[in-house]
């Protein structure tokens, strides 16, 4: 038995939004009589955490726990335009009219705070646990539940926020293609150790080590997730998944979960993973979009450490024991 | 369609249905008592969603007729845990971030707890046996595997303080 | 996982509490318990299912359909044809100005892909309707039809898509979405080597645990509320009022909890038919694909053709790269035309390379339309670039992490599109990712910085 | 389409239902999965109540009921060797779910516990509405599709000797998919030489087959690298693979004697 280990590497870049823009998506936020903020959206999340991240983004932006804010999406009845989750702009481009709307929102809240207190709305601060308070004087305080209260009852304020975040749309030159695909970009470095069974042309995955970009990681746990989840695929694009097993030759495609392929739990390789924060000037605190990237690394580097393993390059997807084999046994031949 | 009558124990309670004959447990489950923990991904048998507890095994319902659980033990995701509380599974999968959309989330713990009340101490290969016929698209695995080792680390606590 | 903090140190903002932590997901206890409601976890009284009668041929005529035998089917409630569909011919991308409207909602003078929606039956049991749809009866002409991306190209190809009149997508007046930058071909002339190089992908399926679908309701007033898992709720929206020349405010959309898209979930298939249908028989009506639809018709991942052609030098210094990159968006273009101009926006990849030519040709071919995946226009790319990369490495005897973090883009450095870097963090990405793997690097690679390029 | 179901009462009767266009149900995870891509109106016979969930060891014969499961099987320490074959199948609830009976039905690359049940030469019991029969299981498939209109009552087969019995099936997805290439083996010694070899296959055929040819290069010889490098060039020659979503028949039939060597080797 024969088995040959190798390892390649690959870096990407992954640009954050719609290509060339022009994908805008809007928020409002207001205030529940008793200091919770609801964010409204028709923003769609498809499992990556959307309605978790925009929370705590709107959380900061007004200063209030996370826990103090409701998302409210989706529904076109009652949520502004949101052009969609796609394209790695949910948290770029939603979180951004999220941060619009709460500014707005908070100076609201401060106002009344400041009327409240009788102080100048510009020396208060939020603690980030449900108060406001003057500046140096903590004791000079009300909570954000009396604030949200006398805004409605007493003032006949709307404690609310208006947010839109809009990349103009970019037109190429049809000669040229100058353009502007996009304003920032997420990006990453993965090595891949493979040992490759030169007898049968199987390939293990035996880890993963790769380095993310990510602009800021707004919440590392659910950034993590991305990341496993995305380098799983990954390993699936490069070594198992296609609809078309003999394209372009229509015949064979799969029809369940039997006869499509993705790697299954006993499949996975060792992860190992850094996360480096360069934040994006337009990012939302920073952040960039992640989510697509983190399934590109894994596919050439995997691809590589099969060439480092036993010399042969499959520069079709997916590298499937057949075609390792074929390579192996033409080296051979 | 003959609808006939099944009895048969859902989540520790006594309940009688009229099924229609070739109709399946999934969808009696969804369709007639409102029971959404139980997904549909496929109606082949290939992707686990749709995993229940009958008679303390694993079993799809998109590939169990419903008339064929008369006497059974059923159960599904809502009946893990007492109302309010949670399956030391369920907190795990919380805890370890082991659901992403959530779609195979239901079929997964389930399969763990069948593996776990016969194997209070599994290696990480049975547990990836006990998981291998759910299929999840979001997390790699790995969070998921991870939560069950650390579900049966936690089940088997309190039995050694007793010891 | 592991912070690296020393890298772009300072420019992060310090004092933030609420983002930057991780904070338990808003949605997992809903998911642990099986409370998180996904569109299809309702009950509707007097819902009915649709399923489609869909081509057995990759390319044909359809001469006659005759749903006589179907509509006798007890349970049958209606069948729509396209004549029912208002405005049956749309793209779902005119919205940002993709032109022309290339694809029938219900084919009804020719099928271009092998499963293509014909006619719709709707039915009190998803029983009924399959046995009803089996029995409509479709007489076609098969035509000839052309699977691969080169061939199709070639003159005497069968024409997949008469709207465009040729098999590929036009981009201003041109064949293709171009890049020129620099002058490859001079550069070629002077390089130590020119490597040329073929790859190629095969279509790539979503593969969500809940497949698409949606449910659509009958509301008070004449409106029509929407239950879908939909990717983006107002593509939807615009694109169906469209299609069914309707009032905008006619249609609401609900969705926002989706079990895996991946971008599958971005076409607009289901709701406009399953829209049609509630309006016609005043009753809610349930199209979800199965998971062999999920699989075969829905839209997959393109196959990508991709040839490589560069100019390298002895010391490592990448000096042109010749791009041309064919997608196979099958019969009808749904998100192709725009994810091949991401795809040309995308060359050469996050190197400086002064002269870059790049053709990206979006072609329509007799298969299952492709669309947006997760890394639309970017991932087989990624792939190609980077196994190229690895190629021109060893031809030259150079460490391939050493190679290229050589060619990385640095700020200020000028991308083959003409805008100028900002922000960029691959030597970085690169170095960390040595250092994780304990990959040697050279002192010149380690002191390297995306922050300026180094003389 | 209308489905009925009802339950056997005596193994005899079951013949006369399938003549008139019934089927048997056994765990349902190949028949229920047909139903719901839409079958036609049928009506299904289950044998839940004849008893033919019972394993018996006894004297060295083992006799499995038609509807034993997988898992019942993964489960029975008399059965120790039947172990990987049971737990290569599908994930946990296709195993406690899926019977032996209708494994016998699988159409490939499913039937692994049909390629193992092959090597151990097992005789099929079956109720053809007026008698028991039994059939050798070789027969049985060279027959399957006319005898899916009778009632598969059990299976039995002697036990094999410690040691003798070797099952490998290779797969796509960790820890199991369909299959490749199921090879199961029985070499039995005498004396130092193998006697009566017997060796299936799985997915290399429309079923299970014998790979005769490889059984008697083995016959007779002593067990070493030599002989089972030179059964190995046999292995596939009465085999038939197709081309399929997990691969093609040239893999098939290339991997094939590499598992070959392997199984018998290690």
């Not at chain 3, 990759?58 to 359909?65: L, Q």
């Not at chain 4, 410690?162 to 004396?191: D, E």
């Amino acid at each position: 038995m024969t088995r040959k280990r190798g390892r390649g590497m690959a870096a990407v870049n992954y640009p954050t939004g719609m290509n060339l823009g022009g994908d805008p998506s809007q928020a409002l936020i207001h205030a529940t009589t008793t200091g919770s903020f609801v964010v409204t959206l028709s923003s769609v999340d498809l499992g990556q955490g959307l309605k978790t991240v925009m929370a705590q983004i709107c959380a900061e932006t007004l200063g209030v726990p996370t826990d103090n804010v409701i998302i409210d999406t989706a529904d076109t009845d009652t949520g502004p335009h949101c052009m969609g989750t796609f394209a790695s702009r949910g948290t770029h481009r939603i979180g951004n009219a999220i941060i619009m709307a709460a500014k707005e929102a908070r100076a609201v809240m401060l106002e009344v705070a400041a009327e409240e207190l009788e102080v100048d709305a510009g020396d208060l601060v939020t603690d980030g646990a449900g108060a406001i308070h003057v500046k140096g004087s903590p004791q000079k305080s009300i909570s954000i539940f009396n604030v949200a209260l006398a805004a409605h009852f007493k003032h006949g304020k709307s404690i609310s926020g208006r947010g839109i975040f809009l990349q103009p749309r970019s037109y190429p030159e049809p000669e040229t293609g100058k353009m502007t695909p996009a304003t920032c970009y997420a990006h990453a470095c993965t090595v891949a150790e493979v040992e490759v069974d030169t007898e049968t042309g199987e390939v293990a995955v035996l880890s993963l080590k790769s380095a993310y970009e990510v602009g800021r990681a707004l919440n590392p746990r659910m950034v993590e997730q991305q990341i496993i989840g995305g380098a799983w695929m990954g390993i699936s694009h490069a070594l198992y998944e296609t609809t078309e097993p003999y394209y372009p030759d229509r015949a064979h495609g799969p029809v369940d979960f039997n006869q499509y392929l993705m790697p299954g739990p006993g499949d996975l390789p060792e992860f190992a993973n850094v996360v480096i924060e360069r934040p994006a000037a337009d990012g939302p605190f920073g952040a960039k979009g992640v989510g697509e990237m983190t399934a590109n690394s894994p596919i050439p580097a995997i691809a590589n450490a099969i060439f480092d393993a036993v010399g042969v390059r499959v520069d079709s997807l997916p590298i499937t024991p057949e075609k390792v084999l074929r390579g192996i046994r033409a080296l051979n031949a | 369609m003959t609808k006939v009558p099944v009895e048969f124990t859902l989540n520790t309670r006594e309940q009688n249905e009229f099924v229609e004959t070739g109709s399946t447990l999934l969808s009696a489950l969804r369709d007639r008592l409102g029971l959404y923990g139980t997904k549909a991904g496929c109606h082949q048998g290939t992707c686990g969603a749709c995993t229940v507890i009958i008679d303390g095994e694993p079993h799809l319902s998109c590939l169990t007729l419903a008339e064929r659980c008369q006497g059974k033990d059923v159960t599904t995701l809502e009946g893990l845990a007492p109302a309010g509380a949670l399956h030391p599974l369920q907190q795990a999968f919380m805890d370890g971030f082991a659901a992403q959309c959530g779609f195979c989330t239901p079929g997964m713990i389930l399969a763990a707890k069948c593996l776990l009340d016969r194997n209070p101490d599994p290696t990480r290969d049975e547990v990836v046996d006990a998981i291998s016929g759910n299929i999840c698209r979001c997390t790699g695995y790995e969070p998921i595997i991870a939560a069950i080792l650390t579900a049966a680390q936690g089940m088997r606590k309190p039995a050694r303080k007793r010891a | 996982m592991e912070y690296r903090k020393d890298y772009f140190t300072g420019t992060q903002t310090q004092d933030l509490t609420e983002v930057g932590v991780t904070r338990q997901r808003s949605d997992v206890l809903g998911h642990v318990t099986g409370k998180t409601q996904y569109y299809a976890d309702r009950q509707f009284a007097g819902l009915l299912h649709l399923k489609m009668v869909r081509s057995p041929h990759h390319h044909a005529r359809i001469k006659s359909i005759d749903v006589a035998k179907a509509l006798k089917v007890p349970g049958v409630v209606r069948i729509l044809t396209a004549k029912d569909v208002p405005q049956n011919i749309y793209t779902i991308l005119c919205l940002i100005q993709v032109e022309p409207n290339d694809e029938p909602v219900l084919a009804f003078d020719k099928v271009r892909f092998k499963g293509e929606q014909i006619v719709a039956v709707l039915a009190e049991s998803e029983a009924a309707a399959r046995d009803a749809a089996a029995k409509v009866k479709i007489v076609y002409e098969v035509l000839p039809a052309v699977f691969d991306v080169e061939e199709a190209l070639k003159p005497g190809a069968p024409l997949v898509n008469e709207y465009h009149g040729r098999n590929y997508f036009t981009y201003e007046g041109h064949h293709c979405r171009r890049v020129r930058y620099g002058d490859v071909e001079r550069a070629f002339a002077k390089a130590d080597h020119v490597v040329e190089e073929m790859y190629q992908s095969s279509p790539i399926e979503h593969a969500p645990t809940e497949t698409t679908g949606c449910i659509v309701v009958p509301d008070q007033n004449d409106r029509y509320t929407c239950y879908s898992n939909t990717q983006a709720l107002y593509f939807t929206l615009d694109n169906t009022a469209l299609i069914l020349n309707s009032p905008f405010q006619k249609l609401r959309l609900v969705g926002g909890t989706v079990g895996g898209g991946f971008g599958g979930k971005v076409d607009v298939i289901t709701e406009p038919i399953a829209f049609l249908a509630a309006m016609l028989t005043k009753r809610p009506v349930k199209y979800e694909y199965s998971r062999e639809e999920e699989m075969q018709v829905s839209s997959p991942r393109a196959a990508e053709r991709i040839y490589i052609k560069d100019g390298l030098m002895k010391d490592g210094r990448i000096t042109a790269r010749k791009v041309t990159l064919y997608v196979d968006a099958g019969a009808y273009s749904r998100h192709s035309p725009y994810g091949t101009t991401k795809a040309a926006a995308h060359m050469p990849g996050p190197y400086t390379i002064p002269n870059v030519w790049v053709d990206c040709h979006c072609v329509y071919t007799n298969r299952t339309p492709s669309s947006a995946m997760r890394g639309f226009g970017v991932t087989i790319g990624d792939f190609a670039l980077e196994v190229q990369m690895d190629k021109l490495a060893r031809l030259i005897g150079m460490d391939p992490m050493e190679f290229r973090i050589l060619n990385a883009y640095r700020d200020g450095d000028m991308k083959a599109h003409q805008k100028q870097v900002e922000g960029a963090a691959l030597v970085e990405c690169v170095q960390a990712a040595a250092d994780l793997a304990r990959w040697p690097l050279c002192d010149r690679s380690k002191t390297a910085s995306s922050l300026k390029r180094e003389v | 389409m209308s489905v009925t179901l009802s339950a056997a009462k005596q193994a005899r009767l079951v013949p006369a239902v399938q003549a008139k266009g019934g089927r048997i149900i056994a765990g349902g995870t190949l028949i229920v999965a047909d139903l719901n891509y839409g079958a036609d109106s049928v009506a299904l016979i289950t044998l839940d109540r004849l008893g033919f969930d019972k394993i018996a060891v006894k004297g060295g014969k083992v006799t499995l009921g038609a509807m034993v499961t997988m898992a019942a099987v993964a489960r029975d320490r008399r059965l120790k060797f039947l172990h990987p074959v049971a737990n290569s199948i599908g994930g946990p609830a296709v195993r406690a779910m899926a019977t032996i009976g209708g494994n016998l039905f699988a159409p490939a690359p499913y039937g692994d516990m049909t390629a193992a049940l092959l090597t151990l030469d097992a005789e099929i019991t079956l109720h053809d509405g007026k008698a028991t029969r039994k059939l050798p299981i070789e027969t049985f498939l060279a027959q399957r599709r006319k005898l899916q209109k009778h009632c598969v009552v059990s299976i039995s087969f002697a036990a094999p000797s410690a040691g003798t019995f070797h099952y490998v099936k290779v797969v796509r997805r960790k820890p199991v998919s369909a299959s490749v290439v199921t090879i199961a083996a029985v070499i039995p010694q005498k004396a130092g030489k193998i006697k009566d070899a017997r060796i299936a296959l799985g997915a290399m055929a429309a079923n299970a087959i014998r790979a005769r040819k490889a059984e008697a290069a083995l016959e007779g010889r002593k067990l070493g690298n030599d002989i089972i490098a030179t059964a190995a060039k046999l292995i596939a020659a009465e085999a038939s693979p197709a081309d399929d979503a997990y691969a093609t028949a040239w893999y098939r039939r290339e991997i094939a004697p590499v598992h070959f060597v392997r199984l018998l080797a290690a």
